[in-house]
């Protein structure tokens, strides 16, 4: 179990006291104290990870967030903010002294504006609910974590969140024009709105991505796309994941940026070939997809010069859809590729970072060779376009040692990326899995300077403790998703 910080034993001591005094805040239906029903909120995706929380309370208005956090900022209680609870890292993980502010009831679409092409959505709105509600006239939200039917929009803000086709379109933090905050003494503060610049200091880049640990995010004003007129997808084969990989840099250096670009390695491709069977070759090492979107003559324009590319990398084989029955066949495989894994091996870590892409190639050789350094199998299915890497990490856990194995072969990787110019949080965030690697990536000084900004905006540390800043002491290796016996949490989730 990951260490958490000790519990006040002042406050769980008054815990009826708070609970009473959440009740006076909010209606019986907003608060949940009873034991059973608090279980629903003791973790997230990371299942491994769990803590009963003093409380929790669902809160309707942003007047409601804002009344519960002055109380705790007054009686001195933590609060842990949490969407749909679908973090990889443990984020929205309770501590024992603290309640779970839930957003799932703000889960209405405020506002559709298409002359600004913006969204103004309360935080429990799922991603794929802000683009549904726009779909009817062409648009769309465009980050698309593959959670997306799942988390929220609030959720994605905290975590800075991606998907495959960000490499074109951006993260979470290229998306966003405004936010309205509740700071921890409840005051209610907005930033940005429907302008393209807000001007002054850039909050929201600051917010994007600061996990529950500034203030509490009670609306989102999101940019809306047209979605493009034509997407094609070509399937390319590869006699090693480093020309894959020379492929990848090539494509970018040539000045096209593909809508999403993902690859597989040669463990990948049989294991999500054995389970959806849609034809992906299995004599090459490895599997690139790549999307070309966008008006269809500058898509079929596309198309040939990544062709010819892919030649001069080596590609032993290449299809090219046609229909977009087949387009979607090629995807089916790589969105199956975590689920599959888990028929090949009892157990598997999923890792997430990111490195510079120049240095795709030797990251994976690397990684080839700590794999046999440990003994331990690996697949690997990644955002190749972005550097955002998701090595699978195969184990049992009921063999002695391996899960140790497993998570020191996982720190190691991590390591890796940081060396190598890139960084520990790819997309899932710090939480508590990777916090402890922090300083492997940020000197004392640079974590110094991110503690000040965090005591500017809660100086007591009353939002989300123990995430994201190490503490004292050392624990796990991070950033992983255990996933035992092929149990995936969330199955029911596609996976990209
Ligand atoms: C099957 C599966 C696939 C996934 N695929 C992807 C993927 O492709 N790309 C990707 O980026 N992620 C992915 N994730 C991870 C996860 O879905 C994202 O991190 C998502 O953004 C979390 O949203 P959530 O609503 O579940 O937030 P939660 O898990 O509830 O919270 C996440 C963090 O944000 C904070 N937070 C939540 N709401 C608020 C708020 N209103 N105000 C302030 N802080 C808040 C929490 O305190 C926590 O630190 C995947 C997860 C699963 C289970």
Redesign the pocket.
């Known amino acids: 179990m990951v260490q958490m910080p000790v519990p006040d034993s002042g406050i769980l001591a008054r815990r009826d006291d708070i609970v009473r005094a959440l009740y006076a805040l909010l209606p019986e239906s907003c608060v949940i104290a009873d034991a059973v029903a608090r279980r629903a909120y003791e973790c997230?995706?990371v299942s491994a990870y769990r803590q009963l929380p003093l409380a929790v309370v669902l809160p309707r208005t942003t007047a409601e967030v804002s009344a519960v956090l002055k109380y705790c900022h007054e009686a001195g209680v933590p609060v842990?903010?949490?969407?749909?609870?679908?973090?990889?890292?443990g984020?929205?993980l309770p501590v024992a002294d603290g309640i779970v502010l839930g957003?799932g009831k703000l889960n209405k679409i405020l506002d559709i504006d298409f002359p600004n092409r913006a969204v103004v959505a309360q935080?429990?709105v799922t991603?794929l609910g802000i683009s549904n509600a726009v779909a009817h006239a062409g648009f769309y939200y465009a980050p698309?974590?593959?959670?997306q039917i799942?988390?929220?929009i609030?959720?994605?803000?905290?975590?800075n969140?991606?998907?495959?086709h960000c490499l074109k379109y951006g993260l979470t933090t290229n998306n966003i024009l405004g936010l309205e905050l509740v700071l921890i003494d409840g005051t209610i503060l907005r930033l940005g709105g429907k302008a393209l610049d807000a001007g002054g200091y850039d909050w929201l880049g600051l917010l994007t991505g600061?996990?529950?640990?500034l203030?509490?995010?009670?609306e989102v004003t999101v940019r809306i796309l047209r979605r493009p007129a034509t997407a094609r997808a070509l399937l390319l084969g590869f006699p090693s994941s480093e020309t894959a990989g020379d492929c990848v840099g090539q494509i970018i250096a040539a000045g096209i940026i593909p809508g999403g670009m993902e690859m597989m390695d040669r463990p990948a491709i049989h294991a999500t070939e054995a389970f959806v069977n849609v034809g992906y070759p299995l004599d090459v090492e490895a599997l690139l997809i790549v999307e070309l979107d966008g008006p269809q003559v500058e898509v079929d324009h596309l198309i040939e010069r990544v062709s010819a590319i892919a030649d001069r990398c080596s590609a032993m084989t290449k299809r090219i859809s046609t229909s977009e029955a087949e387009r979607m066949a090629f995807w089916a495989g790589r969105k199956a590729a975590?689920p599959a894994a888990g028929r090949i091996s009892p157990d598997y870590l999923c890792m997430d970072g990111t490195i510079p892409r120049r240095a795709l190639s030797q990251v994976l050789t690397r990684m080839t060779e700590l794999s046999q350094h440990y003994g331990l199998g690996l697949a690997n299915v990644f955002h190749a376009g972005d550097g955002n890497l998701h090595p699978l990490i195969l184990f049992d856990a009921n063999k002695p040692g391996e899960l140790d194995k497993a998570e020191a072969f996982g720190g190691d990787i991590l390591k890796l990326c940081v060396e190598v110019g890139g960084v520990l949080t790819g997309?899932?965030?710090v939480?508590v899995e990777k916090r402890d690697l922090m300083p492997v990536m940020f000197s004392e000084i640079d974590l110094d300077q991110q503690r000040r900004v965090k005591d500017a905006f809660d100086p007591h540390g009353l939002l989300?403790p123990g995430?994201v800043f190490p503490l004292l002491s050392r624990c796990a290796e991070g950033g992983k998703m255990h996933v035992a016996g092929g149990a995936?949490?969330?199955p029911d989730?596609p996976?990209?």
């Open positions: 997230d995706a842990v903010p949490r969407g749909a609870g679908t973090s990889l890292s984020g929205a957003l935080p429990g991603n698309d974590p593959s959670s799942a988390c929220t609030g959720g994605n803000v905290g975590e969140s991606g998907g495959v600061s996990e529950g640990l203030g509490v995010i009670t975590f997309e899932h965030g939480g989300n995430k995936l949490p969330h989730l996976r990209f």
